[in-house]
Nanobody, 120 residues
Framework: QVQLQESGGRSVQPGGSLRLSCAASGFSISGYAMSWVRQAPGKGLEWVAAINSGGTTYFADSVSGRFTISGDNDKNTLYLELNSLKTEDTAMYFC??????????????WGEGTLVTISS
């Protein structure tokens, strides 16, 4: 069965960096678009970044230039590199699998999330 397990979240000071990982099982990430979505305390879900099966990447304006999304097909793992972190990046970060090659097709599986806290 499809499973997604995020890791790497922790408390970091503003301006710091983190790398989140999402280990996938039950399918090959190379065949699907994958996304990162976050939820800040008391707020709704915010799409952060996506990578299509062909490797094209997309980012929300709020993180463009600071975050990088990538995948390791051999390890079947999705990554999100977070740089120049701001307090407003504090959130639970989820990875999600799309139903097909493009993230625009929608997401059908989600992980349980990993918590990122940005605080001085």
């Amino acid at each position: 069965q499809v499973q997604l397990q995020e890791s790497g979240g922790r408390s970091v000071q503003p301006g710091g960096s983190l790398r989140l990982s999402c280990a996938a099982s039950g399918f090959s990430i190379s065949g699907y678009a994958m996304s990162w979505v976050r939820q800040a305390p008391g707020k709704g879900l915010e799409w952060v970044a996506a990578i299509n099966s062909g490797g094209t990447t997309y980012f929300a304006d709020s993180v463009s230039g600071r975050f990088t999304i990538s995948g390791d097909n051999d390890k079947n793992t999705l990554y999100l590199e977070l740089n120049s972190l701001k307090t407003e990046d504090t959130a639970m970060y989820f990875c999600a699998k799309s139903t097909g090659w493009s993230f625009a097709l929608g997401m059908d599986y989600w992980g349980e999330g990993t918590l990122v806290t940005i605080s001085s």
